[in-house]
């Protein structure tokens, strides 16, 4: 039993090796490469937000996987807020033209209405699935925490992404 175990638990790692360095071989959807996206969604927030919310984003992934970028954002939430932040994520190759961005930001908002500015944290995913070698379609799970002073709000925002990575 225990050699029958074993012999599964190769032929599933050989399996998984040879896949993936047929992979990288076709050209991986998390290669290195510049990318630039554009992102349209929905923001709710704990404080009564919710509503309309786009931006872009643009980025280099580099070879070992690393994604260093920046993300423009508009929440239109009572009215508007705008975010820019710099963010550091890992591209993880699940398929040939399918990647899971695990990533982080942390900037700065103008909240135009009150003529505020707040610092804006927020821990995201990215699930990027390349139709050709360089567009892409996807969606994008964020939770924004805005540090205002003398508050501290929460929010989900979800978003569609369509992009280019060349």
Not at 8 to 28: E, F, I, K, P, W
Request: charged content about 15%.
């Amino acid at each position: 039993m225990t050699r029958t175990k074993l012999a599964v638990a190769a032929c599933v790692a050989v399996g998984l090796t040879s896949s993936r360095a047929n992979a990288q071989r076709a050209g991986d959807a998390d290669r290195a490469g510049a990318s630039i996206a554009g992102e349209l969604g929905f923001f709710v927030g704990n404080r009564g937000y919710a509503d309309f919310a786009t931006g872009f984003r643009g980025g280099y992934t580099f070879p070992f996987h690393l994604y260093l970028g920046g993300d423009l954002t508009l929440y239109v939430a009572g009215g508007t807020v705008f975010s820019l932040a710099p963010e550091v994520g890992y591209d993880i190759g699940v398929a040939h033209n399918f990647v899971i961005r695990p990533y982080g930001g942390l900037g700065f908002i103008d909240i135009t209405p009150v003529g505020a500015t707040a610092v804006e944290f927020y821990p995201g995913c990215a699930f990027l699935y390349h139709v050709t070698r360089g567009f892409f379609l996807g969606g994008d799970v964020r939770i924004p925490l805005f540090f205002e002073p003398g508050a501290t709000a929460l929010g989900l925002n979800l978003m569609f992404t369509l992009g280019y990575k060349w």
